[in-house]
């Protein structure tokens, strides 16, 4: 199976950010280096905002972080898919994961709905190299080697991307997110990341793999430790937090889904101070 070739980094933001931001900044961002942008917050199935961001732009590649299993029918998931794929070639990726399905889970346990809907995308022809499986858990994290190209781990630490590669071995592609702050002011940085890791922290499946990777009950309680926060949540000088994002990659991450924490007005300028130290910059975007 050949990996997704994305680069070393791309910008995580949600997908109604991606709609709105203006074409001159979505080309800024390629033209920096960043090899892919990221669309999460559950998109609905049609996709129909993937064409013109891919049309604005030359390489960039998009992936979606993630399409909700229980919000996202299979079929006109795939047939979007089929639709972006023709139009621009190996430049989409399709994340799917079960999302938060706290509510849904007494009709269907989460891992027998993560199967099923990857049945439904082998039967409509979606290449299991062009997707990715939200995954956090060693039973998902396998899941995503054995049926997808690899995992898009979601808050998560340089630890966690080290254990997902020695249990995954070398061909999986992992892409682990990481959430970034700039400003060396720890308290604002402490602040910004409390606010963003909020919901999650009432999230069973994340609560669970904070766990596995050792933070206490007094970590993971609102509104949550300044360890748990500052493992989560990169900031510092521009040095400090593209040394971060390094880590995962020395872990073993193929590709580290960067997100700003800013608003979208200021993202570019945000991204454009980071390309230089992680070795991205082409120029003055």
Do not use: C
Not at 77 to 86: D, F, K, N, Q, T
């Amino acid at each position: 199976m050949t990996k997704p070739a994305f680069g070393p980094y791309g910008v995580f933001g949600h997908y109604t950010m991606w709609q709105q931001l203006p074409a001159a900044s979505l080309r800024a961002i390629e033209e920096l280096g960043y090899g892919a942008i990221w669309a999460g917050g559950s998109p609905p199935a049609e996709l129909p905002w993937v064409e013109p961001i891919l049309e604005a732009t030359r390489e960039l590649k998009l992936a979606t972080g993630i399409v909700n299993i229980w919000t996202a029918d299979a079929a006109a998931v795939a047939e979007s898919y089929h639709r972006i794929e023709r139009a621009y070639p190996g430049r989409f990726l399709l994340g799917i994961g079960v999302g938060h399905p706290e509510s849904q889970t007494e009709y269907q346990k989460p891992y027998d709905a993560l199967q099923a809907y990857l049945d439904k995308l082998d039967e409509h022809g979606v290449p299991q190299d062009r997707r990715v499986v939200a995954a956090l858990g060693p039973r998902v994290l396998k899941l995503s080697a054995r049926r997808a190209a690899g995992p898009h781990p979601y808050l998560t630490t340089p630890e966690h991307t080290a254990s997902a590669r020695e249990l995954l071995g070398p061909d999986a592609f992992i892409a682990p997110e990481h959430k970034v702050v700039l400003t060396t002011d720890a308290e604002r940085a402490r602040a910004v990341g409390r606010k963003a890791l909020d919901m999650y922290l009432g999230l069973q499946n994340y609560l669970n793999n904070w766990k596995r990777l050792g933070f206490t009950d007094e970590d993971i309680a609102r509104p949550g430790s300044d360890r748990l926060v500052d493992a989560v949540v990169a900031y510092g000088t521009v040095d400090a937090i593209a040394k971060r994002l390094g880590e995962h990659r020395d872990a073993g991450a193929d590709h580290v889904p960067v997100q700003v924490l800013t608003s979208p007005d200021k993202l570019v300028d945000a991204l454009r101070e980071l390309a230089g130290p992680l070795g991205l910059s082409k120029g003055s975007a």
